[in-house]
């Protein structure tokens, strides 16, 4: 099965900054169309949206980030169109989870359902600290 590859997890302080990385495989479908975005699910919690870029046209996305992470976290896809990163500022205990990179052929189905998606990552644990 594919898997995304993701990277940049670790343990910080409160009020640090980390970035996440996420590359799906250069060979096979083309993921430059794809709605890419993480996820992210802590002990005892239910999976919950975090972030995602949706393809507009052309090299345009566009992007979408969770009420709660707003002005903190932003995405966007890197050069290389199957790469999307994951900008974590200001980070706070209760954003200690596993992250997951998720991807899915571009359509009209709610990025936010985790459901939707049929590539994932195997995740990377983002600890914070107080």
């Known amino acids: 099965q594919v898997k995304l590859v993701e990277s940049g997890g670790g343990l910080v302080q409160a009020g640090d900054s980390l970035r996440l990385s996420c590359t799906a495989p250069?060979?096979?479908?083309?993921?430059?169309?794809?709605?890419m975005a993480w996820f992210r699910q802590a002990p005892g919690k239910e999976r919950e949206f975090v972030a995602a870029?949706?393809?507009?046209?052309?090299?345009?996305?566009?992007?979408y980030v969770a009420d709660s992470e707003q002005g903190r976290f932003t995405i966007a896809r890197g050069g290389a169109r199957n790469v999307v990163n994951l900008q974590m500022n200001n980070l706070r205990p209760e954003d200690t989870a596993v992250y997951y990179c998720?991807?899915?052929?571009?359509?009209?189905?709610?990025?936010?359902?985790?459901?939707?998606?049929?590539?994932w990552g195997q995740g990377t644990q983002v600890t914070v600290s107080s």
């Open positions: 998720a991807s899915r052929p571009k359509g009209d189905k709610d990025y936010r359902q985790g459901g939707e998606y049929d590539y």
């Open positions: 250069a060979s096979g479908r083309s993921f430059n169309t794809d709605t």
């Open positions: 870029t949706v393809w507009h046209s052309g090299s345009t996305y566009y992007v």
